[in-house]
Structures are given as structure tokens and as C-alpha cells.
């Protein structure tokens, strides 16, 4: 029997009046051109609040820090590979109102959209059970 590995990852909502910020997924990564709040894979003995800001922070330069905990979801991969991918997702406050920077390896565009903007983009099937 084939044992299944797991993966977690960590998002942020973070919502400036009515709305949430998305990024565009670059050129070249993984789901390329599609939309996601900005998170990503936990590092090993990190915990996933602490993910979501140290990833918050690598994508965007803005600085967060998790107020509570809004949704997490599980799917197998969607590559067929032998592993379970586990997401949470967290609402945070911004430390200030900063501007965007973003990371041009990871992210190529981002905007501010209420959730009925943000349901007519590509996303992800786990963003878009989440909206």
C-alpha cells in the first residue's frame, strides 16, 4: 500500500473594507495565471499562523498578524501524486495600510475585490469553495 504524504499550507484574508486581496500566480509556477490569497507550504516545526505571516510578508511586503482562523479545506493532489494537500486559511490584521510589493518569481499581478469580483477569476478549486 502506497503511504500518503502530506502538505499544509497557510493563507491569509486580509480585507481592506469590503475587499480581499488576491495575487495572480506568475509565469512558470505551478497554476500559472490562476488567482489565490497570498499563503503557502509551512516549513517543518513551523506553525501554520506563523507560516501565513512569514508568507504574507515574502509575497506582498506587507505585515499581518493572524487574528483567528476563517476556513481550512483538504483534497488529495491534484497531480495524482500519493499525497493530501491540508490549507487554512486566516483572518489577519495589517500592521498599517502598506502598498503591495510583490515577489516577481512568485506573483505577477494582484488586486483588492469584493467576493463577486473575485468569483469570476480562475481560482483554485479550494479558494473558490471558500467564497
Known amino acids: ?44 516545526g513551523e506553525s501554520f499562523e506563523t507560516t501565513a505571516v512569514r508568507e504574507v510578508a515574502e509575497e506582498t511586503g506587507l505585515t499581518v498578524r493572524v487574528t ?10 491534484i497531480a495524482g501524486r500519493a499525497l493530501r494537500i491540508h490549507a487554512y486559511v486566516y483572518t489577519v490584521d495589517e500592521d498599517g495600510t502598506g502598498e503591495v510589493v510583490l515577489n516577481p518569481a512568485e506573483h505577477d499581478d494582484f ?21
Open 1 to 44: 500500500m502506497t503511504e500518503i504524504a502530506h502538505k499544509h499550507l497557510a493563507y491569509c484574508w486580509i480585507a481592506r473594507d469590503d475587499r480581499v486581496l488576491f495575487l495572480r500566480r506568475g509565469a512558470g509556477v505551478f497554476l500559472a495565471g490562476r488567482w489565490e490569497l497570498p499563503g503557502g507550504t509551512a516549513e517543518p
Open 68 to 77: 483567528g482562523e476563517r476556513a481550512r479545506d483538504s483534497w488529495p493532489d
Open 111 to 131: 488586486a483588492w475585490l469584493t467576493r463577486a469580483q473575485a468569483r469570476e477569476l480562475p481560482l483554485p478549486d479550494h479558494f473558490r469553495r471558500l467564497l
